[in-house]
């Protein structure tokens, strides 16, 4: 029987925090791609794909769950509707099998 192709995200982790909840630093691009790489090493798994993602402000299931508005290259605010925009983040996408 074959293995479930599964996905992992990376997201931007938080380096600094903002004073009284204000914008926080986040890793660069280059230090998510350096965390999957490191994650992929450490686990016994068959890598399927690898791909960049934009994906919504405090989402589920990424990384170490740390992440929130960011201030580095890899934020994108992308309007949903006229005037309101989300903020998103570049992050890189997973597929495998265990």
Known sequence: ???MIKCKDFAPRITK???FGGPSEYESFSEVVSAVNQWIESKTIQVIN???VVLPDRIEGTS???YGIAVSNGFYPVMI???VTINCFQCVRVWYRE
């Open 50 to 52: 690898v791909e960049t």
């Open 1 to 3: 029987m074959d293995k």
């Open 17 to 19: 925090r903002g004073p």
């Open 81 to 83: 509707s006229q005037g």
């Open 64 to 66: 170490d769950d740390v």
